[in-house]
């Protein structure tokens, strides 16, 4: 089992960043792959960014060049840099992990991801 606890959302005004934090438990193994997605209201769930346990990471093209994602191994934490936010951006914010050790690692394989947590609610005001 896994369990994973997001935080660092709020309320921010277009241009700005936030950081948002993810801390997992559980077996290594299964979250060897672990990623950022977001829901908007009325819309489905995307992929925003992953980043696997040896380190290579994928975006998606809505926030390549704005959103980092980064991991400290030690302390089992994956974070979400997120910069020049716009309204699109909105959304909760869900932190995953699976223990893909492969290319299915990617922001646009959402069925790599087993395990997922509560949410962390993110508003950008225009």
């Known amino acids: 089992q896994v369990q994973l606890i997001e935080s660092g959302g709020g309320s921010v005004q277009a241009g700005g960043s936030l950081r948002l934090s993810c801390v997992a438990s559980?077996?290594?193994?299964?979250?060897?792959?672990m990623g950022w997605f977001r829901q908007a209201p009325g819309k489905e769930r995307e992929g925003v960014a992953t980043i696997r346990r040896d380190d290579p990471t994928s975006y998606a093209d809505s926030v390549k060049g704005r959103f980092t994602i980064s991991q400290d191994k030690y302390t089992a934490a994956v974070y979400l840099q997120m910069s020049s936010l716009q309204s699109e951006d909105t959304a909760i914010y869900y932190c995953?992990?699976?223990?893909?050790?492969?290319?299915?690692?990617?922001?646009?394989?959402?069925?790599?991801?087993?395990?997922w947590g509560r949410g962390t609610q993110v508003t950008v005001s225009s």
């Open positions: 559980g077996s290594m193994y299964s979250r060897y792959c």
């Open positions: 995953a992990a699976g223990g893909a050790r492969d290319s299915g690692c990617r922001y646009d394989n959402d069925w790599a991801f087993n395990y």
